[in-house]
């Protein structure tokens, strides 16, 4: 039997072998996982910030685009507070658009009927007399008649956490807003993750001068401070939903580099790498087939951790007014928007979109922190 048969029977062996214990191994971290009950309730809080995020328009009381139906006369109403609206047709209803349902879903529609805030009506004949909706005591608005064949409908809303500065629906806003958070969350992790693991990965395997020019890199990148390099990207690519994202992702690959470099050291000159090897195969299958699916039990602990610091990261550009721009809900705009009234007595409007901050970073946290507990050979 040839040298060459020989080491790939040895290999496929091993490789069959290390599959059933990290079968065994992944069904072990996952009961550790279980018993941790602060992880356990941290993923079901994110899993229940996805599910908003994702369902969006259709769960949200303002189903139009950006939840941004503005009644100023009903501007800082308290939570679990009430209107009344008269639903008028829309001349222009015959050109509104009818999307389907992802369509409503991702980007919402708009009313085709007009809604005006009334204090109170009365049908006279085959009209209505109303009062308009001021929002003063007495309310002294101005009265109004509409033909029945104008009106659609009368209705109530309920606003249960109240409404903001321009009379928007503080609840559609703070649902709403969980899609900018965790979409920056992912999509600069997924930038993150393909820069670091790739850097870190050529430098820890190939080392020599490519390790060190990377190293260099790394430690250039390192030593500026993340929010300043953040407003620099996004100074260059300018503001806007996607700028940010790309922004934050840009900064945070460092961390990762660092992690895959130093777990790509410890395992690179395992018997397993060394039969890659042996067996001609090129580098970068090496690396990326053999080396990296035993590291990523770190590189996710780091990506939690990373994921939390990048909301942060998009709410505080968001209140510096550099981040993602309005009509776009963001929770860094919302308390921005409303950090004045925290000395008055509508101190909610900034507190409620800062606890959603706080709760899905701390979510996070514990989540990356069951995680590394699981994966502890140690316990």
Not at 91 to 110: A, C, S, V
Not at 283 to 297: A, D, E, Q, S, V
């Amino acid at each position: 039997m040839r040298l060459h048969d020989i080491f790939s029977k040895s290999y496929r062996q091993f490789v069959r072998q290390k599959s059933n214990a990290t079968a065994s191994l992944d069904h072990l971290a996952w009961k550790r996982f279980c018993r941790n009950r602060l992880a356990v309730i941290s993923l079901v809080v994110i899993g229940l910030f996805v599910i908003v995020a994702l369902l969006g328009y259709l769960i949200t009381p303002d189903h139009t685009p950006y939840c941004n139906q503005q009644y100023l006369e009903l501007a800082t109403m308290k939570p679990l507070s009430k209107a009344d609206f008269i639903y008028l047709k829309d001349t222009n209803t015959n050109n509104t658009k009818h999307h389907g349902f992802f369509h409503r879903m991702l980007f919402g529609e708009q009313l085709p009927y007009t809604a005006v805030p009334i204090y109170s009506y009365t049908k006279t004949g085959d009209s209505l007399r109303v009062e308009t909706y001021t929002g003063a005591t007495p309310n002294d608005g101005d009265i109004r008649y509409y033909h029945q064949s104008e009106v659609v409908k009368t209705d109530t809303r309920h606003f249960l956490l109240g409404t903001d500065s321009y009379g928007r629906d503080l609840l559609s806003q703070i649902l709403i807003g969980s899609r900018v958070s965790l979409s920056v969350g992912f999509i600069a992790i997924a930038i993150a993750l393909i820069i670091g693991i790739t850097l870190g990965a050529i430098a820890a395997y190939f080392g020599g001068w490519v390790d060190n020019l990377i190293m260099w890199f790394i430690n250039v990148v390192w030593s500026i401070p993340t929010v300043l390099l953040v407003i620099a990207i996004t100074f260059a690519l300018g503001k806007g939903f996607w700028q940010v994202f790309v922004a934050v992702g840009l900064t945070m690959w460092v961390d990762i580099a660092r992690v895959v470099r130093g777990q790509v050291f410890s395992i690179k000159e395992k018997e397993y790498v060394e039969a890659t090897r042996a067996l001609g195969y090129r580098p970068i299958r090496t690396i990326f087939r053999h080396i990296l699916p035993n590291i990523m039990g770190s590189v996710i602990v780091v990506a939690a951790s990373n994921f939390a610091s990048a909301i942060l990261l998009e709410a505080g550009l968001s209140f510096l007014g550099i981040g993602v721009q309005p009509p776009t809900p963001s929770w860094g705009t919302m308390v921005k928007e409303n950090y004045g009234y925290i000395l008055l007595d509508n101190a909610y409007l900034a507190l409620l979109p800062g606890l959603a901050i706080m709760l899905i970073v701390l979510a996070f946290m514990l989540l990356g922190n069951g995680i590394r507990d699981a994966l502890d050979i140690k316990n």
